[in-house]
């Protein structure tokens, strides 16, 4: 799992609740993501993050927010507006080398389950 | 959006064996990453290979790379039940961009 870590690790949220995932990491990378994974599936970008203060939606940010005042946190709202957020959502970070894509390191992971 | 597609889905061989999986993937990449997750885990990354290379290794770990048809394979070797998990690609695209597939999920029998 790297120097990414993730809490709680088991979550559970009521109907209409806003509930904040937290990842934190020690490599010094500059970027940061969130992805959801659904079970049997990949994994889906929700938002991403390339320096502090600065953050970009993925391909599935309804129903979710975050931040990123400080280089080695990223933390996950997941909001009332989401759905269906039940699901295993994981942090990961990296850093481009040369102006590209390089190694992505993860965390654990957090289980959300809504009540 | 899903640009990596694995293949198989699934497969179950015997330990010992050794294991195949491909992956096929859309547009141009910079690179394409192999990860291994086991049950309710986080991945964990196994290999990275780039763009201009064609063949990696890592200890029982093969990857090939074939730009020209957009696929890569990941070869395990001589498998052992430890290796049981699901194995996602991921192609790097851009600076910041990584796109998964949906994984094979590996069984190796004892």
């Known amino acids: 799992d790297g120097g990414i870590t993730q809490s709680p690790k088991y979550l559970f949220r009521k109907e209409g609740q806003n509930v904040t995932l937290s990842c934190e990491q020690n490599?010094?990378?500059?970027?940061m993501y969130w992805y959801r994974q659904d079970p049997g599936q990949g994994l889906r970008l929700i938002y991403y993050?390339?320096?502090?203060?600065?953050?970009q939606k993925g391909d599935i940010a309804e129903g979710y927010s975050v931040s990123r005042e400080k280089k080695e946190s990223f933390p996950l709202t997941v909001t009332s507006a989401q759905k269906n957020p039940t699901a295993f959502y994981l942090c990961?970070?990296?850093?481009?080398?040369?102006?590209?894509?390089?190694?992505?390191?993860f965390g654990p992971g957090t289980r959300l389950t809504v009540l | 959006s899903q640009q990596g597609e694995e293949d198989p889905q699934a497969l179950s061989i015997q330990e010992g064996e050794n294991a195949t999986m491909n992956c096929s993937y859309k547009?141009?990449?910079?690179?394409l990453q192999w990860y291994r997750q086991n049950s309710g885990r986080g991945l964990v990354h196994l290999i990275l290979?780039?763009?201009?290379?064609r063949e990696k290794h890592s200890g029982r770990l093969r990857v090939t790379l074939d730009t020209s048809k957009k696929s890569s394979s990941l070869l395990i070797t001589a498998s052992r039940a430890a290796d049981t998990a699901s194995y996602f690609c991921?192609?790097?695209?851009?600076?910041?961009?990584?796109?998964f597939g949906t994984g094979t999920r590996l069984k190796v029998l004892a």
């Open positions: 990961a970070s990296s850093t481009p080398l040369a102006g590209y894509t390089d190694t992505q390191y």
């Open positions: 490599l010094n990378h500059d970027a």
């Open positions: 993050s390339q320096i502090v203060n600065d953050f």
């Open positions: 547009t141009s990449i910079n690179n």
């Open positions: 290979i780039r763009s201009n290379e």
């Open positions: 991921a192609t790097g695209v851009g600076t910041y961009k990584y796109i």
